[in-house]
């Protein structure tokens, strides 16, 4: 039982290595700029060891938005302090602007193109948290209607990921948590009844 546990614990290191390898390369040269062979090497593993982790450099890539994911549900979901909808969907964007804070600028701008589609992925962890918080709203009578909750949430990310657009244009010398609650809290408040 132990070699197996010893084992599986390799396994994950090994792929933990690839994936810090590869986004390391990936904040260097963009996406294009890597290639597998390029990210084996960097990990010090075969490109047949590359491939039994990941099928593709876009795997690896996606890799990078499942970690988002992951962390939107254990940091984010169920540890929202606010108790108004207002408050709670602030919040949310406080801690969107957060995480591409902690991945960094130079990382960020190489994500943060009109070539990446994983934008476009419709029922993403990070969304569903959102569109949850929104319906909850909806149905106390706190939240407009007029649109339904995926397309708010809609919305409300195309506007938060031109804010994370501009702190990259800017090259980070604007404050992306306080512009993000700025801009966000505008926003929340045209979807707001009056109760």
């Given at each position: 039982m132990a070699k197996i546990t010893n084992r599986s614990k390799q396994a994950e290191t090994t792929k933990r290595k690839i994936y810090e390898?590869?986004?390391?390369?990936?904040?260097?040269?963009?996406?294009?700029?890597v290639t597998v062979d390029q990210i084996a090497k960097e990990a010090g593993v075969s490109v047949g060891t590359y491939y039994y982790y990941f099928a593709s450099k876009f795997e690896l890539f996606s890799e990078i938005f499942k970690q988002a994911d992951e962390y939107f549900l254990k940091e984010v979901k169920g540890h929202i302090k606010a108790e108004d909808f207002r408050g709670q969907i602030t919040e949310f964007f406080e801690k969107y602007?957060?995480?591409?804070?902690?991945?960094?600028?130079?990382m960020v701008k190489k994500l943060y193109t009109s070539d990446n589609?994983?934008?476009?992925?419709?029922?993403?962890?990070?969304?569903?948290?959102?569109?949850?918080?929104?319906?909850?709203?909806?149905?106390?009578g706190h939240i407009s209607t007029r649109e339904n909750s995926t397309e708010i949430t809609r919305i409300f990310f195309v506007v938060a990921r031109g804010i994370v657009f501009e702190w990259c244009l800017l090259d980070g010398?604007?404050?992306?948590?306080?512009?993000?609650?700025?801009?966000?809290?505008?926003m929340v408040e045209g979807y707001m009844l009056n109760n």
């Open positions: 390898c590869g986004v390391r390369l990936i904040r260097i040269h963009g996406f294009d700029g602007a957060e995480f591409n804070c902690l991945n960094g600028l130079e589609k994983m934008f476009n992925i419709k029922g993403r962890i990070m969304q569903k948290i959102l569109e949850d918080i929104i319906e909850n709203g909806q149905i106390k010398v604007m404050d992306l948590k306080s512009e993000m609650n700025k801009i966000i809290a505008s």
